[in-house]
């Protein structure tokens, strides 16, 4: 058992103020592996209060951006140290194979490091002249974070949001999520080792009410969150209401656009493989896959060849692809929408249904959707599983359209033999991130964020760090400025 008795709260482990815990139950074998307490509005408001003192009197704020670089520094090193032993905690809280664990921890040591490396040269003041007249335009850090993570990438999420907002200089209160909550203690256990100073980082896992309650309180300055469009819509509203920073990276149905000079076959082999990482369970997922018409007999054949021998199981194995879903709710919501695609027209050429032999743990097959279209609520809404949608089209233009036709705008891809024509269709679609012959771009040099329900704001990227910015400009004699 895994349990945690108590909060990180001002720089050392705190009791809980109430008696609830949470449960961490294994979506592989179904059984409880571990517990750790459940916030109640009053632990929020202790942890809110450190991350204010720490803000307002701490010396991190006040910090010279080198020196808070080399503790970033020393945190990206301990979390590359400490790779193996957080990824085998995400296969016990939220099943994802241990295959690709590893992979989900390698943007969050190396995030640290670019966020070190980025402020050493950042300019944080910038001098302004006209004449006679001068300002500098300042940078400066945004306050109390409140930083709001979902179970899926529980500790790669909390570090693209932690990184830039520790590398700006503000304090940040984590609220976990309770499904995979026991992660993110071992990013507390490198952050404080590595010698960020009480208070700057608090980590308090909890449920629905303690999160709106972080979300609202008086004491913090922005919210930066990552989860559903429900849930974002929410807190984008109650954030409204207090005129208070947020960003929001949220649900997307990307589209892969393989256009007719693509090799069709290995290009959707490729794509299949891709969507089926985490067991579907990824925002950034391309769960569409658009192919011209002429050649989608191709493409059906290839990519349920490619699903059927993808390799469903316990997630310990290290031959294992797909692992279960993180809850048997999130099985009952894929199996729902599977039931629903032959409901709409679709035709289901892979995968649907339970594994055989899998009598434990929320698994379900890989599965691909074909004769689909974009009427379809399955190629319009967000599955979150291992579920692939293959839409026909007959020309680019249409192509096109298909793409920008969605309520989301996350991510997306152009696979062609011509990298001009595929830069020059990328341009065309409205996503915040998209990639021509290539499944990921160069993070996290780049920014990732939507468009449209897909989210505001960005994370990664020197954006990343001017999220948590803000400008302020001190007029000055013109000597000052020089």
Known sequence: MMNRSAFFIGGAWTEPAGTGVLQVVS?????????????????????????????????????????????????????????????????????????????????????????????????????????????????????????????????????????????????????????????????????????????????????????????????????????????????????????????????????????????????VTGLIAQGMHNSGQVCGMQSRILIPRARYAEALDAAAAKAAQTRVGDPHDPETVVGPLVAERQRDRVESYIALATDEGGRIVTGGRRPPGLPQGWYIEPTVVADATNRMRVVREEIFGPVVCLVAYDSDDEAVTIANDSPYGLSGSVWTADDARGLAIARRIRTGSITVNRNYPPMPLTPFGGFRESGIGRELGVEGLEGYLEKRTIGVPAELAR
């Open 27 to 267: 979506p592989s074998t179904e059984q409880v592996v571990g517990e750790v307490p459940e916030a109640t509005t009053a632990d929020m408001d202790r942890a809110v209060a450190a991350a204010r003192e720490a803000f307002d009197h701490g010396p991190w704020p006040r910090m010279a951006p080198t020196d808070r670089a080399d503790v970033l520094d020393r945190a990206a090193d301990l979390l590359r140290e400490r790779t193996p032993e957080i990824a085998a905690v995400l296969v016990e809280e939220m099943g994802i194979a241990i295959s690709q664990a590893p992979q989900q921890m390698s943007l969050v040591g190396p995030v640290f490091a670019y966020y070190a490396d980025l402020i050493r040269t950042f300019a944080f003041d910038r001098p302004v002249l006209r004449g006679d007249l001068a300002a500098l335009v300042t940078s400066e850090p945004v306050g109390v974070v409140a930083a709001i993570v979902p179970w899926n990438a529980p500790v790669t999420l909390a570090a693209w949001k932690v990184a830039p907002a520790l590398a700006a200089g503000c304090t940040v209160v984590l609220k976990p999520p309770p499904e995979s909550p026991l992660s993110n203690f071992l990013l507390a256990e490198a952050l404080h080792e590595a010698g960020v100073p009480d208070g700057v980082i608090n980590v308090v896992p909890g449920g629905r009410e303690t999160g709106e309650h972080l979300v609202t309180h008086p004491g913090t300055d922005k919210v930066a969150f990552t989860g559903s469009t429900g849930a974002g819509k929410r807190i984008m509203n109650l954030c409204g209401d207090r005129i208070k920073r947020v960003s929001l990276e949220l649900g997307g149905k990307s589209a892969a656009v393989v256009l007719d000079d693509a090799d069709v076959a290995t290009v």
